[in-house]
């Protein structure tokens, strides 16, 4: 039996494998409503083989976008978008469908990738961004405005506002996005935190805001629907963000109930300076599981079914989450599936498609003519 292709229960969400397909920004929104690309993304990897899908960083106000182009959940509009979407994937597929959650802070205000993703100028069309400090993310650039109470309020309610949402929607779980140097990250890293008040300074005040950001969606969201975090594990800076702060932050997170820790890295600093290669965050994951025995997920360079089903059946994450893999290859749970020997759930119009030598790949099946 594939390890990776064991169920997992998370409060009433049953998935049937350990796959997830990580939340990936697409830049292509409109005013922050989905559109048709958005329908064929979604559509498309729900159909991968993973038990969940996790639609990209949806932004819960305007100035919290990171590129004018993406997705926002912040009003009828932008709710009502993702209406169409989403009864097509229950239509047609069987996976679970998460939605990240997130705020840019300072990394705000950018171009789209393929334009250099770098910040917009206001003359340009760029905004006036906010953060715990009024310390841009890069030398030279707009310093973002430093968040009052009043901010920090407006910022939370409009979690609260998005999570809702996202429940009217019948999202079935939610990740809040501490990582990647966005705004619940900034609030967590002395490399962007320096404030004097009760949300800075010590790491129980760096943690404050984003515990309560996520004290806030949790009494929103249906209970018997998980919510998870993720997190940068360490800046890759010297005297920023680091595993041992990450462990205490999941700790507490467990202790309000958090159902799983998604362990990424990096993102708060262009002084970062990162050890790639296959799986190379994986060791985080692991030492926070360990630590906490929260379920985690491990992301990052994760492209083969015999690297992912190594990580899952020794302890060191209890799922895995992909992004360029599944980009490159839409049917990667399929194909992992088939070489572990587990099965996936696939739409009646594509069993026709399964190997000569993998008759019970999308379980029994029956398929007939005349």
Known sequence: MSALFTPIKLRSLELANRIMVSPMCQYSAENGAANDWHFTHVNTLALSGAAMFCIEATHVEP?????LGCLGL????TEAALK?????????????????????????????????????????GGWQ???????PHKEGELAPAALDLVGLARIRDAF?????????LGIDAIELHGAHGYLLHQFLSPIANQRT??????????????????????????????????VSATDWVEGGWDLEQTIIFAQALKRRGADWIDVSSGGVSPLQKITLGPGYQVPFAAAVKQATGLPTMAVGLITQAQQAEEIVASGKAD?????????????????????????????????????????????KTTFGAR
């Open 84 to 124: 169409p979407i989403l009864a097509s994937v229950r239509k047609h597929a069987k996976a679970a469908v998460a939605m990240q959650l997130a705020h840019a802070g300072r990394k705000g205000s950018s171009h789209k990738p393929w334009h250099g993703g770098q910040q917009i100028p206001l003359a340009d």
């Open 74 to 77: 912040w009003d009828d509009v």
């Open 197 to 230: 008040d009760s949300y800075g300074g010590s790491l129980e005040n760096r943690m404050r805001f984003p515990l309560e950001v996520y004290d806030a969606v949790r009494a929103v969201f249906p209970a018997d629907k998980p919510v998870g975090m993720r």
């Open 319 to 363: 799922m895995v989450a992909l992004a360029r893999g599944m980009l490159y290859d839409p049917r990667w749970g399929w194909h992992a599936a088939a070489e572990l020997g587990g099965q996936v759930a696939a739409p009646p119009q594509y069993w026709r498609s399964q190997p000569s030598t993998q008759k019970e790949l999308f379980g």
């Open 160 to 168: 609260v506002s998005a999570s809702q949402r996202a429940a009217r």
């Open 129 to 135: 961004t906010v953060a715990p400090s009024a310390l």
């Open 63 to 67: 100035i919290g976008r990171i590129t």
